[in-house]
């Protein structure tokens, strides 16, 4: 499930284009998803709150993806150096990690206080 549109992302000023956009809510969803073990979607389709919350969620791990692949833009660099000559390459792994933290973090923000235990992972 996909859980925004891209009329709600651009009216949120998201500013990828709509031909990216198609990858990246499929991504963010993907996200969600995880993050939630799959309850968001069944939970959403009858829950008005949580599916503007989600919404919310899903446009802002947009711009973050976003972001990130711009950051990635080239495979496995892991800086360079302003004369233009030096590259340093390494794993492109924590780059991935910390934007999927960051992702569940939004999650964890938009549902607020979680009162449907969406994002519950069985520990007291």
Known sequence: MLYCTYDQYAAAGGTVPETAFGVLCSRASRMIDAAT???AE???AGCEACREALADA???IISLL???SAVGAVPGA?????????VAFGSNASVAAAARQEAYEI???ALGSDPHDLLYRGIL
């Open 37 to 39: 073990f799959g309850r």
């Open 42 to 44: 069944s939970h959403a």
């Open 58 to 60: 899903c446009t802002q």
């Open 66 to 68: 976003s972001a990130a």
């Open 78 to 86: 892991a800086s360079f150096s302003n004369d233009g000559y030096s």
């Open 107 to 109: 999650i964890r923000t």
